[in-house]
């Protein structure tokens, strides 16, 4: 059975000034996005991205992550806790992001450059999608630093089972390392090799809702639930939840995707 390290979430103190892991897996996170935007446009020209208009959408794209991300932590697990506590809701270097709100934001973010550059929204997502999974796998190395949103308790035997002494002594599932290889690595490999060939419009967005709504299902079952704003559930979580929605919406976007690339193909 193993223990969590306890790592120091501060990575460099620069005499007041902090700089914690949770805030450099953010910086790694936008970090990769340009790359992998890079090596799309590099392979595939015909695209008509450049790289000056991914450096303007990873600006919107990281308001739309941290404002979205911080605004849903607050509003759909925690309000309680933030409306009694108002300034910590401004502390995001602290932890406390929420995937959902994030993904609302940065949606509400595209919205916003599509119609800044007139591209097509469904464009700027499908371009998007694949760049997005290695990300969300530095944000839950972050959380695996901070030794924060731990496993559901777990058998003793299991070789990898792990104990959080800042919760108890209880054997747990490190459920953050199973968000990083589901929903990051796994689904970036998917969504990588899926988008390397032209695909109907609408089809690598819809491949990404589907994934990581499934994904953050499955693992929502090994991880302690949050309470959220429809109470503690071992049986639905709140992370569940709202991956519902994103599951039901990428199968929507697929089916009409490649119903619509019919029609053209038969006209």
């Known amino acids: 059975m193993l223990v969590h390290p306890q790592f120091d979430p501060v990575a460099i103190s620069l005499g007041p000034m902090a700089i914690r892991w949770y805030g450099l897996m953010y910086v790694a996170a936008f970090a990769q996005f340009w790359w992998l935007a890079r090596v799309r446009i590099l392979a595939r020209p015909e695209s008509g991205w450049a790289m000056a208009q991914v450096d303007d959408l990873l600006f919107f794209g990281a308001l739309g992550v941290i404002l979205g991300g911080r605004l849903g932590e607050v509003l759909l697990y925690h309000p309680a806790y933030y409306f009694s506590h108002p300034l910590e809701i401004l502390a995001v270097w602290q932890g406390g992001m929420s995937f959902h709100g994030g ?55 299991l070789p990898w089972a792990m104990v959080f002494p800042q919760v108890d002594n209880q054997p747990r599932h490190p459920s953050q390392l199973y968000h990083a290889g589901l929903e990051g690595l796994t689904l970036f490999l998917v969504l990588w090799f899926y988008s390397r060939q032209s695909r109907p419009r609408g089809a690598v967005s819809g491949l990404f809702l589907i994934g990581y709504g499934l994904f953050r299902s499955i693992v929502e079952y090994f991880r302690e639930p949050d309470a959220g704003i429809f109470g503690h559930s071992y049986i639905v979580s709140m992370g569940q939840w709202l991956s519902l929605p994103m599951v039901l919406v990428g199968v929507v976007f697929i089916v009409l995707a490649y119903q619509k690339h019919e029609r053209q193909l038969s006209a």
């Not at 969300?136 to 630093?145: D, E, S, T, V």
Request: proline share 4%; hydrophobic share 55%.
């Open 103 to 157: 993904f609302l934001g940065v949606l509400v973010a595209m919205l916003i450059w599509t119609l800044k550059h007139k591209r097509n929204w469904l464009d700027t997502t499908d371009f998007i999608a694949p760049l997005v999974p290695l990300g969300l796998m530095a944000g839950r190395i972050g959380n695996f630093i901070n030794g924060e949103l731990w496993g559901r308790v777990a058998d003793a035997a």
